[in-house]
């Protein structure tokens, strides 16, 4: 999996990080129990400071995506995803709540919007994505 970050962007790096990661398992690029590189691999890799990573990492593994263990190192969490719970839909709402006020803002429809989700939902979960 390639990692792409935006030095630029707003975002901070360990939420990008973070990000990707998701992203990866969510499409199927990174398997459970799939090794990931350790945290001062990816921090030279990407060109990072070994603390982000090892932030990114440690939210990573408070929300159960990952594991960390001594003589395997980071995994992706072998026995599962995390399950839906009222914590992660209230989250999930307060994340996207300005994305769709701007949206209404900038007169985009909700035919158009959920479209947008639609295809987004449709890229990453695609098992044929990047064929």
Do not use: C, W
């Given at each position: 999996?390639?990692i ?7 975002t901070?790096?360990y ?10 398992i ?11 590189p ?35 190192g ?58």
């Open positions: 999996m390639i792409q970050l935006d030095m630029q962007s707003d901070p790096i939420t990008q990080l973070m990000n990707q990661i998701i992203e990866g969510a499409s199927g690029k990174l398997k459970r129990g799939e090794s990931l350790s945290v001062r691999s990816l921090a030279s890799d990407i060109g990072v400071n070994l603390h982000t990573v090892n932030k990114a990492y440690t939210l990573l593994k408070q929300e159960e995506y990952i594991q960390v263990h001594r003589q395997k980071v995994v992706v969490h072998p026995d599962g995803m995390p399950g839906l719970t009222p914590e992660y839909s209230i989250k999930q709402q307060s994340q996207l709540r300005p994305v769709i006020a701007e949206s209404i803002l900038r007169g985009i429809s909700l035919e158009d919007f959920l479209q947008t989700v639609e295809h987004i939902y449709t890229d990453i979960s695609s098992p044929e994505r990047g064929l």
